[in-house]
């Protein structure tokens, strides 16, 4: 059975006005699936569907029961008040990690990350990349089953990038489901299994890269760009 | 388009941006039922004070005067009229830039003299005739605040910014009391001595155009320059969201770290998710100022009620009623932090969040309710 089964037949935020449509794929174990697709083609919306962040959703999201979901954000989101620590601990509470497991998942991501000097401090005076760094932490410290990623190389810097990327292979490794929206095709192209391509709120093709250039007549030399191209814009517009 | 337009068009949108907040606030009935009656009873009032002077005028003392003046002027800050988009033209249009902000500058000099003139213009029946003063003496206190509040702009464009955190606050406000006593002990006799009140104008301006000469003349002070004109282009804004207690505000994080549990330091050894959520909860609170000072004014007014209300069953009433809209209020606060929040709102259907709700709503309203109790076994 796969981690996640998702079927959307609509889903909008307001009743009457859809942003995405007839979407369904599904997402196995160790897999990496790319959702790929144009600004505003409905690739955020389709992620907060399955996180159940959309008010009008009609349809089904289907997971294997006691599984643990991540959720790494484009936009970091954190607690004004709290420290990067007490966003961890906090984490850790509510999800029953203990200490010992806290100490062993965090701490080697903090040093990567160069962020063990600043864990006592509020991550809202971090800089652009340190919050997504802090973000990634707080998404990775769960473990989690399915790993539900919004544009995640923004904002980093080459480093932090390749750290991320070895990260992402580790947890496929582990069995992790992973759902990646990202713009970066060439990267994507690297390291996704599937690919989902969205586009106007609909699910427009999906497969292998082989499977996409099969669909668009292209060759094995054609990039994920050039399908992608043809996909979205039309054959004569390249 | 040259420096004096674009100064000219930077005014003019600065004004309809107030102005359009203003409307937004104020709407015509107001404006026509509310402030056209009392700038026509302004007038008249006014117009009264050079017939005979109210009897409340002997209240107004020199030193009241001589405060109000101080404050006008400390109060006073220089417009840049910089905005961020300039920080991407500076290279190639950096003559443009400096000299709109040179008009920025004889713009606030001339807004700061008819601000202090205003002032003495309003007050003048008391000057004249409260204080016998004289024209000269009138004149003088008005050059002598006007250049003293050049001073304190320029000097507030320069002080302290390189300090940070507790100590630049400390700094700040003992200079601010240093003025005070300064003003009250110095400047309310010099002010009306013509010739040292002239003397120390002079120095005044002197110093005032020395110190902000580098930064007029200049684009490196660029970033400072903006946000300070943001803060003064979004005063007006950011006053309604003061006053408003339903506009939630946006908050500027500046400290690095907290001042409770600096370390990351734990409320609850024990780690449940019950606990994970309360601690979060409790944490906010404590360091949110806003929070915090909403559930000192609740508990305050009740004990202020209970004291002044004789009836014993009003303040059984009361504290019933104190009860459950404290309860209330803890809780919608709770939906406020923690389910505005992504971050924890995904835990909004476990049964240890609902648990934790209760309990925290429950241990943060029994101090409040002790206090609350205690003063009504004083007072019955």
């Given at each position: 059975m796969s981690l996640l089964s998702v079927r959307i037949e609509e889903a909008g935020?307001?009743?009457?006005?859809?942003?995405?449509?007839?979407i369904r794929f599904q997402l196995d174990r160790g897999e990496l699936v790319g959702i790929i697709g144009a600004n505003g083609a409905g690739k955020s919306t389709t992620i907060k569907s399955i996180l159940g962040l959309m008010p009008f959703i009609n349809g089904k999201i289907e997971k294997q029961e006691n599984l643990t979901v991540s959720y790494l954000p484009e936009h970091p989101v954190f607690y004004d008040e709290l420290t990067l620590q007490e966003h961890i601990d906090f984490v850790a509470a509510v999800e029953g990690i203990s200490d010992e497991q806290l100490s062993a998942r965090t701490l080697p991501l903090l040093e990567k990350f160069n962020l063990k000097e600043h864990v006592?401090?509020?991550?809202?005076?971090?800089s652009k990349g340190m919050r997504q760094k802090a973000m990634i932490i707080l998404a990775l410290m769960k473990s989690p089953d399915i790993l539900i990623v919004d544009e995640?190389?923004?904002?980093?810097?080459p480093v932090a990038t390749k750290l991320l990327l070895d990260l992402i292979n580790e947890e496929r490794q582990r069995g992790t489901g992973i759902l990646m929206s990202t713009h970066v095709l060439d990267t994507a192209e690297k390291i996704c299994n599937r690919f989902l391509l969205i586009d106007n709120g609909c699910l427009t093709a999906q497969g292998t890269l082989s499977e996409l250039q099969e669909q668009c007549g292209?060759?094995?030399?054609?990039s994920l760009l050039d399908c992608f191209h043809h996909l979205t814009v039309g054959e004569g517009d390249e | 388009m040259n420096s004096f337009q674009l100064f000219g068009q930077r005014v003019k949108s600065d004004i309809l941006f107030q102005y359009n907040i203003f409307k937004a606030v104020v709407d015509w009935i107001v404006m026509l039922y509310l402030f056209v009656p009392a700038l026509i009873a302004g007038i008249i009032i006014y117009r009264s004070w050079w017939v005979q002077l109210p009897e409340?005028?002997?209240?107004?003392?020199f030193q009241l005067v001589c405060f109000i003046a101080f404050l006008i002027a400390f109060l006073s800050k220089y417009r840049t009229?910089?905005?961020?988009?300039d920080g991407v033209f500076l290279n190639t249009h950096k003559t443009l830039l400096i000299n709109m902000k040179k008009w920025a500058y004889a713009h606030s000099l001339l807004k700061t003299i008819l601000k202090m003139t205003f002032f003495i213009a309003i007050i003048l029946p008391f000057l004249l005739?409260?204080?016998?003063?004289?024209i000269i003496e009138i004149i003088s206190i008005l050059v002598f605040y006007t250049s003293f509040s050049f001073f304190s702009m320029s000097l507030n464009s320069i002080s302290f910014t390189k300090l940070e955190g507790w100590l630049k606050k400390i700094l700040e406000v003992l200079f601010v009391i240093a003025l005070i006593i300064c003003n009250q002990v110095l400047f309310v006799h010099i002010s009306i001595m013509p010739i040292a009140s002239f003397v120390v104008s002079f120095l005044f301006i002197v110093w005032s155009v020395i110190s902000y000469y580098p930064k007029l003349s200049s684009v490196v002070y660029f970033q400072d320059e903006f946000t300070q004109e943001n803060k003064e282009h979004l005063r007006l804004i950011n006053l309604i969201f003061t006053l408003s207690k339903d506009v939630e505000k946006p908050k500027i994080i500046?400290?690095?770290?907290?001042?409770?549990?600096?370390?990351?330091?734990?409320?609850?050894?024990k780690r449940t998710p019950q606990k994970g959520f309360m601690e979060l909860f409790i944490k906010i609170i404590l360091r949110n100022f806003e929070y915090l000072f909403g559930y000192f004014q609740l508990t305050g007014v009740t004990i202020i009620a209970i004291i002044v209300v004789p009836p014993v069953f009003l303040k059984v009433f009361i504290l019933i009623g104190f009860t459950f809209f404290l309860f209330s209020w803890l809780n919608n606060l709770w939906n406020r932090v923690i389910l505005s929040h992504p971050f924890s709102k995904q835990?909004?259907?476990r049964t240890d969040f609902k648990k934790a709700r209760q309990k925290t709503g429950f241990y943060l309203s029994i101090p409040a309710l002790i206090v609350v109790l205690i003063v009504m076994r004083i007072n019955v």
């Open positions: 935020y307001e009743l009457d006005k859809k942003m995405i449509q007839d006592h401090e509020v991550p809202g005076t971090y995640p190389f923004i904002g980093l810097d292209r060759t094995a030399n054609h | 409340w005028g002997s209240m107004i003392s009229f910089v905005r961020e988009a005739h409260n204080h016998h003063l004289s500046k400290r690095k770290k907290p001042l409770l549990y600096r370390e990351s330091g734990r409320i609850f050894k835990y909004e259907g």
